[in-house]
């Protein structure tokens, strides 16, 4: 007689054997705890067969997988992750498909997508810096300028770097 033994913790199906005969009574066997003579379903990837309740349920199975929080969360912070290690379904509110972009994916309800707000915030922060390098890279020649000791190539780089700021500013008025 074939039975079908289970994992005491978790009750998942583990393998199969034969039973041994009962030697005290001809024609029966025995039947060790964590088994069952009912045979488990078939199951597909992700999904493990559990005996529950004299039955066997197929319940899913995604252990060892990493999940990703889809809870909004506050600028700057690390978006949770955790590894799953239970049977089960993945837990409301994680998902198992990473974002594209950490900083700047929210999850929309059916998948990851850029956030407007922290696109916008983002560029806004790019912009600034460059428009700092920008006015860094012509402090010599500003302050060649404004000591009466400057030439003609601390004047054109000034105006260089002025025209190369104007495109900036425009593209952050847009924002």
Known sequence: MKIYHYKRTTREFCGESNARPDPKEKGRFLIPACATTIAPPTVKANEKAVFTDNAWNVVEDHRGTTVYS?????????????????????????????????????????????????VKFYKEMELKYELRQNDISCLRALRAISLGVDTPADRDKLNTMEENAKPLRSELKKL
């Open 70 to 118: 889809t809870a909004p969360r506050p600028e700057g912070e690390i978006r949770d992750t955790k590894t799953i290690d239970e049977l089960g379904p993945i837990p409301d509110g994680w998902v198992d498909q990473a974002p594209n972009d950490d900083v700047m994916d929210e999850w929309n309800g059916t998948a990851w997508a850029p956030d407007p707000g922290k």
